[in-house]
């Protein structure tokens, strides 16, 4: 890394003292609107010659070793018409030219633009035309049109994405049915580290909606792009400094029908430019306090000597407070004409208490398959099994709170510099970024008794239950355990990138650069157990603790699932575990030691491609990207049976050289023509590499990672066509396919044999597939009509097969996270003060994760949400605001095997917010 820094130094020092040593021109500029707010995307073209460009992030372009003389200069944007201005380039210097581009220019269009919601379609629309490659982009304005708190939410509105939920709130991103791992998530280009402790996922919900200028979906990534995303690389732009004082912010409040606590919530953005324009600055901050839960039903299903039965059945309740705290700083500087500096960085910081209820009943399966069971009527049974009431919380001080404390926090910084040499234009950057999570104290207590009397209900297995038969024996159900643990896992970033951009003729631009990224991951779990030496004194039954009875009538699942009492979780969090006079603590190293590991990831690479106007209506952009990985991995060998560790390491380095080819069509202003050859990759998550085990030779079970797994690669083809329309619309439709080879799926032999582990072993481990190809078509329409009224509609269909899944070669099996059917419609009205908007979101069922045969394969349900908002102006800069979400109160659900077996249901209702926002502005 010193190395690198010390050539960029070079390189930047070089470049400096050249100054304007050839004797060419520069021209540029920036455009942006009467509120002065940039307008990035804009077309910029040079007339009666083959230069254009488009604006960047900030509204700037620039055209360098332009031949000295008069130009007449043409802005365009959608929905704003266009701007011409003239002006005289001479050798040697740089001339500034920026465009305003006025409300009165909207004018000529069928309808006049109200308000920033549709000025930010503009904006994202705009960008999208004149895009390099295949994307598709939300702006802040448009994201506001829609009531989503989390950036995972407003991006189940794009085209051809999915979202997996936890805890109600959009979380893991599938794009195009390519499950969260095989996605990437970058900050102003830069990989987000991810706070999961076995893989690479980002979590979407840590990320406020309202921190985000821009949201960037590449689904055919250029050379000069980061080359994990066989799926497709979402790229969140923070705010960049504006063109005068700004102040916005909001304000609200709201209730969740669940829990009936209110929700907080407060933003405000800050910014301004100072030092003659020189220095720019802005501020983001916001905050959120969301007390809310779930109730939750979960089964094991099995195929029994008797049929189809229950093997476990869990009743859980969920309290949970969540608050996400965010902020972002971002500083840019003009060192000198045509030379800026910029810093930025981003803090976000969630922090969730949680107590969770369970009530489990399990080891039906013995009494099934013994036929120790009674039917009393069609479908339902009295038995036998084990039932287990379990509490979980936290040490109960003033920062956990007597509830499982999982505290996140992803942070960035980033410096870096724009320079350009009247020819050559450098672009670098350093960036520091850290993701972790703590979760101290975390404490569970369990009543848990076998043979115990239970009546289990599967008449409608969409709806089963097991529960015991009398409720009042819940409260003699004895004492099985007392735990704590303490878990933090951390992901860290060192990354560099340096840029080029040199023009080699009118038609044509040469971009190469270099990029450097370093990772270090490391999970540092442990577990201790607890045994009161005076158990009849702590309660030998849940009865003789303070406990609590969670049942609900109103349960969302359904009022017959009665959880129960509990150990009330303020008695769980004061108990001193620490007292050796009270307890035997003993270390249960099961629990956590093949679980920690460390990883170190290198990854350097360099590109090359070339960006060239091949007429006036057809571009295309040819290039090369070559990555190296390198990793070394340490983890443990743990034999259960004997309770001994063993570490071990492992290492891997791989290169990938990754073609790509873009073409661009125009056959006229509005209309755009893609087609794309892209080759990408998908790294196995990091403790699938891990070359840990953990073995029991009594038990016959071995479970271990695979060092020896290749990366996931894919070979994609995009066609794309899109017709924009002036007054702000779109329609599109277009396809696409990806062939992937070495795909990683999880799976378990039986009556395995290892020369170091046993024979006749349950072996599970991560394996590479043979191929996989995913092949769909997607369209999407927006338009305005009767003046007022919008009309927001897309849809996307995907198929997938997969070849080589041990024991499964002669079944036609789906790459899981294919949904066949997603599909976002939104309906509005706006005028100049009122905006009402109703949206829905659809994804249908696919496969989630594949077990040893058909029978145990999960699949994730098909899922609608319909949300509605609505705001009110009261004067320009200040609008009342309400929205409401999941109104269809829509379950988290799995099945197993078949859709009429439910796995998992977990419910969270509907949620409701009020407030205001205000925007100020010079």
């Known amino acids: 890394m010193n190395k690198q820094l010390r050539v960029v130094t070079s390189l930047l020092l070089f470049f400096l003292l050249m100054g304007n040593s050839w004797a060419q021109g520069v021209l540029k500029g920036r455009v942006i609107d009467a509120e002065n707010l940039s307008l990035p995307g804009a077309n910029v073209l040079l007339k009666g010659t083959n230069y254009g460009t488009i604006t960047d992030q900030k509204g700037d372009f620039y055209f360098a070793n332009l031949p000295a003389g008069p130009y007449e200069v043409t802005v365009s944007y959608l929905g704003y018409g266009q701007l011409t201005k003239n002006v005289e380039i001479r050798d040697g210097q740089t001339s500034t030219l ?256 949680e107590n969770r209820f369970r009530m489990r009943v399990s080891r039906l399966d013995d009494s099934f398959d013994d036929g120790d069971f009674s039917q009393i009527s069609p479908n339902v049974y009295e038995t036998t099994g084990r039932v287990e009431f379990q509490t979980k919380g936290g040490l109960d001080n003033g920062r956990i709170k007597a509830a499982r404390l999982e505290d996140q926090r992803v942070y960035n910084i980033t410096g870096g510099g724009k320079h350009l040499f009247n020819k050559l234009q450098m672009d670098w950057n350093l960036t520091y970024a850290k993701a972790s999570e703590e979760r101290p104290n975390e404490r569970y207590a369990s009543y848990r008794s076998s043979g115990q009397d239970v009546r289990v209900d599967l008449s409608n297995p969409r709806f089963p239950l097991a529960i015991l038969r009398n409720p009042a024996d819940n409260l003699g159900i004895g004492f099985n355990g007392l735990s704590e643990q303490y878990g933090y896992t951390f992901d860290q970033d060192l990354n560099s990138r340096l840029d080029f951009k040199l023009p080699y003729s009118d038609k044509g631009i040469l971009q190469f650069g270099l990029r450097y990224r370093g990772k270090k991951k490391e999970r540092d779990n442990n577990f201790f157990e607890y045994e009161p030496l005076d158990e009849d004194a702590f309660g030998a039954t849940l009865g003789a603790v303070p406990n609590i009875d969670y049942s609900d009538p109103n349960y969302l699942a359904g009022s017959q699932y009665a959880v129960g009492r509990f150990m009330d979780p ?165 396809g696409f396919y990806k062939d992937i080879d070495n795909f990683v799926y999880t799976i378990t032999t039986q009556g395995f044999s290892d020369p170091q582990f046993g024979e006749d072993l349950q072996y599970s481990r991560p394996e590479n597939g043979g191929t996989a190809s995913v092949y769909g078509l997607e369209a999407s329409f927006q338009r305005q009509f009767f003046k007022n009224f919008g009309l927001y509609l897309n849809y996307t269909f995907t198929q997938s097969s997969t070849t080589g899944i041990e024991d499964r070669e002669n079944e036609d099996l789906q790459l899981p996270g294919t949904a066949e059917h997603m599909f976002n419609a939104s309906l509005s009205y706006e005028n100049k003060r009122l905006v009402v908007r109703l949206s829905l979101n659809y994804a249908s069922d696919y496969l989630d994760e594949l077990g040893g045969e058909g029978f145990e394969d999960r699949f994730y349900d098909e899922q609608t949400f319909l949300d509605v908002n609505a705001s009110y102006a009261i004067t320009p800069k200040w609008r009342i605001f309400a929205e409401g979400n999941n109104l269809t109160n829509q379950p988290l659900r799995y099945y197993q095997g078949i859709q009429a077996r439910t796995m998992q249901a977990e419910y969270y209702n509907a949620r409701f917010n009020f407030g205001l926002k205000f925007d100020l502005f010079e």
């Open 98 to 353: 920026n465009f305003k581009m006025d409300e009165s220019e909207l004018e000529a269009a069928e309808f006049i633009v109200f308000g920033d919601r549709l000025k930010g379609q503009a904006k994202a629309l705009t960008q999208q035309k004149n895009n390099a490659n295949i994307t598709n982009i939300v702006s802040s304005d448009q994201i506001g049109r829609f009531p989503d708190a989390n950036v995972g939410d407003a991006l189940k509105r794009i085209p051809g994405i999915t979202m997996q939920n936890d805890q109600g709130e959009a979380r893991n991103i599938i794009i195009r049915g390519m499950a969260p791992q095989l996605n990437s998530v970058t900050l102003n280009g830069e990989r987000i580290p991810s706070a999961e402790g076995d893989n690479r996922n980002i979590q979407m919900d840590l990320i406020p909606s309202d921190m985000i200028q821009t949201i960037e979906v590449n689904k055919a990534v250029l050379p000069n792009m980061d080359a994990d995303a066989i799926g497709g690389s979402v790229n969140l732009v923070t705010r960049q400094a504006p063109n005068s004082l700004r102040v916005s912010g909001t304000a609200a409040s709201g209730i969740n029908l669940l829990s009936n606590k209110p929700i907080w919530t407060g933003a405000v953005i800050l910014g301004d430019r100072f030092l003659n324009d020189k220095l720019g600055v802005i501020f983001s901050g916001s905050y959120n306090n969301h007390n809310f839960g779930s109730d939750n039903v979960e089964a094991v299903w099995y195929d029994s000597d008797n049929g189809v039965v229950l093997e476990e059945f869990d009743i859980r309740e969920y309290r949970v407070q969540r608050v996400r705290r965010s902020a972002t700083l971002a500083l840019d500087y003009e060192i000198a004409p045509n030379h800026t500096l910029f810093l930025s960085g981003m803090y976000n910081h969630r922090d969730d208490w």
């Open 570 to 734: 303020k008695f769980l969090g004061g108990l001193d575990l620490t007292n050796g006079g009270l307890f035997e603590e003993s270390d249960v190293l099961e629990e956590y030691a093949p679980g920690n590991y460390n990883a170190t990831e290198n990854i350097t690479a360099a590109y090359v491609m070339a960006d060239h106007q091949l007429n006036s209506k057809l571009s295309a952009i040819a290039g090369l990207r070559i990555e190296h990985t390198a990793i070394d991995y340490t983890g443990n060998i743990f034999d259960i049976d004997n309770e001994t560790i063993a570490p071990v390491s492992g290492d891997q380095s791989y290169t990938n050289f990754l073609p790509g080819l873009h073409f661009k069509y125009d056959p006229t202003a509005n209309t755009v023509i893609r087609l794309a050859w892209t080759n990408t990759i998908a790294r196995p998550n990091y403790f699938d590499l891990v070359p840990y085990a953990a073995f029991s030779i009594e038990d016959e079970e071995l479970e271990r990672g695979n060092p020896n797994l290749k990366a996931a690669t894919a070979m994609n083809f995009d066609l794309m066509a899109e017709q924009y329309y002036e007054n702000l619309g779109l329609l599109s439709f277009g």
